[in-house]
């Protein structure tokens, strides 16, 4: 059986979950198993029925009040006690945030190997093998396990969801006992700045911006675009962080965030190798740079060598003519 | 780690990576980590001891750590090629704090290498220790036995709050690393670096077997160039619009 751990933030089920959920169910395919969801929190059961479109047989919801801050140490004893329970073949999480600082603390509880950020999974001779990017996607290792459960945690908007189906399946609901002394770190509240975008490595189209765009100011334009384009977000290269021309969180590449979105839209990046390395798995990639020779035009599909500030202002008008359509 | 300015080759004939030619470096999250134990020991008091796990040419890293102010430096001395297995090096962390640093506050990682990616070893020494933790940290306070943090998440920054000891590893943002100087340097180069192994850890190497297996490593798929969209601006911005719309059929 293969076993996918659902993420609840600020009461909706994670996307990244969902995609993680529908690849386990492409992999219990072929190992001839089934794929079931495990839920983690307190009063969750009314999301239970959102899982069951991607393809679960069963929800396991495991509750306990103490469930509703989240905490790595309680989460993790959760899972722990239903997988030696259930004894799963394989766990997946997303690699989302909570999925990265969650699923490390579950293998070393249960004494196994984890591999973190898979692009690829497959079944081969009744086993899984995953591919992941290590040096930040300058090469990539394929792994498989000797220990039980194989576990993975799989890199969000890479994995393709499902076709929902109108499914229903069997819902497992049950109280964990968790030691209140035994949770001595937790969540306590999510800050979040007022009209605060998409992250990077959520984000369908990121609309990226290099040392050309000249000052922090002009990040406005690239937020002009976001503004017209669905599911987008702005990243940066990390000259453009180091400058102090946008935070951090937007870097793109070695340092920063690695994204695999639909659309890469680098304005006035050079594409130094570490950039490269974050954002090359991007489905389309489009260079905008004045340089001709920037290393950014060996990798994008479509490139414009231009004055980005000339290039943006057509762009927006084009892109609302065609999205107003 | 490899400089992240590095190109990766990799020997197909054994799945690993030619580490000839690689300019090796302090990983740029573990320096956010050693300058958070700095700037805490300034303000707080105590001791700041660097831990790497690695071979001897790991040496040359804890001196700049120690260039940089650290108290103390020890390097375990573990020749194991790279499996991308965290397990393995999390044991060992947790087993040389068991044995030679019972009395501690705080362990500081960065939040993961930059070379197997895998952002595991923190958690798994916290869970070994069975400390809490604190991952992808940008801001950390300590006050008396408890601290709170601020740690990364998709779009958004979550608050914890902690009990010491614990884990917190470290994020680009938490704070800019100081350079080393001249006088730490020289003080640096006095210093002894002790070297322990796995023996003096009492620590078995069948507990450490790695549980993931490579079966291959290989580069990239190449991404080829291509089209440069030719015209003025306008055109041009017309051209790349209509092509993404019916060639790439995103927009």
Redo the contacts between chains.
């Keep these: 059986m293969i076993l996918v751990y659902i993420e609840v933030?600020e009461g909706k089920v994670k996307k990244s979950s969902l995609e993680a959920l529908s690849e386990g169910g492409r992999r219990a395919k072929d190992l001839n198993t089934e794929v079931n969801a495990v839920f983690v929190g307190h009063n969750l059961d009314s999301l239970a029925t959102e899982v069951f479109p991607y393809g679960a047989s069963k929800v396991y919801i495991l509750d306990n009040s103490l469930l509703r801050h989240?905490?790595?140490?309680s989460y993790?004893q959760a899972l722990v006690n239903l997988t030696e329970e259930i004894k799963p073949d394989v766990l997946f999480f997303s690699a989302?945030?909570?999925g990265?600082?969650l699923?490390?603390?579950v293998?070393?509880?249960l004494?196994?190997?984890?591999?973190?950020?898979c692009t690829k999974t497959a079944a081969k001779d009744g086993k899984l093998?995953v591919t992941?990017?290590?040096?930040?996607?300058?090469?990539?290792?394929?792994?498989?396990?000797?220990?039980k459960p194989q576990m993975a945690t799989l890199r969000p908007n890479v994995f393709p969801l499902i076709e929902p189906a109108s499914e229903k399946g069997e819902v497992i609901k049950k109280e964990v006992a968790i030691p209140e002394e035994q949770?001595?770190?937790?969540?306590?509240?999510?800050?979040?700045?007022e009209g605060?975008?998409?992250?990077v490595?959520?984000a369908e189209?990121v609309v990226s911006g290099g040392r050309g765009m000249k000052g922090p100011e002009n990040y406005a334009l690239l937020r002009e675009l976001t503004a017209i384009?669905p599911q987008s977000a702005v990243g940066a290269s990390r000259s453009a962080?180091d400058a102090g021309w946008i935070?951090?969180?937007h870097?793109v590449g070695?340092?920063?965030k690695t994204v695999s979105p639909?659309?890469y839209l680098a304005f006035g990046i050079s594409g130094?190798?570490?950039h490269l390395a974050g954002m090359?798995?991007s489905?389309?990639?489009?260079a905008v740079n004045k340089d001709?020779e920037a290393p950014i035009?060996?990798?994008?599909?479509?490139?414009?060598?231009?004055?980005l500030f000339?290039?943006i202002p057509?762009?927006k008008?084009?892109?609302k003519k065609?999205?107003s359509e | 780690m490899p400089d992240t300015e590095s190109k990766i080759r990799i020997n197909h004939d054994n799945n690993t990576i030619q580490e000839e030619g690689l300019n090796f470096i302090l990983s740029p999250y573990d320096e956010y980590g050693v300058e958070e134990a700095l700037r805490l020991r300034e303000a707080k008091g105590g001791k700041v001891t660097v831990v790497s796990v690695g071979s001897e040419e790991a040496i040359v890293i804890l001196k700049k750590c120690l260039a940089m102010g650290a108290d103390e430096a020890i390097l375990i001395k573990d020749d194991e090629a790279e499996t991308y297995d965290s397990l393995r090096v999390s044991k060992i962390i947790a087993q040389a704090v068991k044995e030679k640093f019972t009395d501690f506050n705080l362990l500081l990682f960065g939040k993961q290498s930059v070379g197997a990616d895998n952002g595991q070893v923190p958690t798994m020494v916290a869970e070994f220790l069975s400390l809490p933790q604190v991952n992808v940290v940008t801001k950390l306070e300590i006050e008396g036995n408890t601290g709170t943090a601020h740690r990364e998440i998709e779009g958004a920054l979550e608050k914890f709050e902690f009990s010491l000891p614990a884990v917190i590893s470290a994020q680009k943002g938490l704070n800019e690393p100081r350079y080393e100087t001249l006088k730490g340097i020289m003080a640096a180069k006095k210093k002894e670096i002790p070297v322990l192994t796995l023996n003096d850890l009492d620590i078995g190497e069948d507990e450490l077997k790695p549980q993931l297996e490579i079966v291959k490593m290989e580069g990239p798929a190449p991404r080829e160039a291509g089209k440069i969209i030719e015209g003025e601006p306008a055109e041009a911005a017309q051209k790349l619009v209509e092509l993404l719309r019916k060639e790439a059929k995103i927009i």
């Design positions: 933030r989240y905490s790595a140490e993790a989302s945030a909570m990265k600082d699923a490390p603390r293998a070393a509880k004494g196994v190997s984890l591999a973190s950020d093998e992941r990017p290590v040096f930040a996607g300058k090469a990539l290792a394929t792994v498989t396990f000797k220990s949770i001595k770190g937790k969540a306590v509240e999510v800050i979040r700045e605060s975008e998409l992250d490595t959520e189209i384009l962080v935070d951090h969180q870097q070695q340092t920063g639909n659309l130094a190798i570490q090359s798995s489905k389309w990639i489009v001709p035009f060996k990798v994008a599909d479509y490139g414009i060598v231009a004055d000339q290039v057509h762009l008008e084009e892109l065609v999205l």
